[in-house]
């Protein structure tokens, strides 16, 4: 029971991230004349509203973590939605493992930048007081936290992580 609703957590996650990346995270590549421009306005608005001038203004070594988004996980997005809502996939692991290290890793400076970068006041402003940065901060960590949880569970559950019959087969014969 528990496995199903980490499946679900992961579901929602994956399924969620999908419009996410098209429609926002994107913008900061592509020109704005492919969006239209409901969705400029939704990613100015997210901007200032939670000081996020990384989206208005990314620096190169952001838009190099939105490019792997859009090349390297934004495939994988769906795959993982229909793996995790049907549930016990077990070829999904070693993806997923694959997938939950790569964006934990990547949310280490994207953090760590919210929370020490001297920001400066425009044209794009970010986070100046502990308030703002805890709230961008807060922003972004679920996109550390839910991997870091896939990689746990790809890892210890027994779900994802026992041997398959077959392999325990190959491995018995081997040693004969």
Known sequence: MAIRILEIIFFLYFASHIPITLFIDLQALLPGHVFPQPLRDLLK?????????????PPHWFKSFIYCEAVLQMPFFPVAAYAFLKGGCKWIRTPAIVYSAHVATTLVPILGHILFYQFPVGPHPGPQTLQERMLLVSIYAPYLLVPLLLLFTMLLSSTYNSPSKSGNTSAKKKKK
Do not use: G, R
């Not at 608005?45 to 203004?57: I, L, N, S, T, V």
């Open 45 to 57: 608005w997210y901007a200032a509203e939670f000081k996020d001038p990384m989206m208005m203004d």
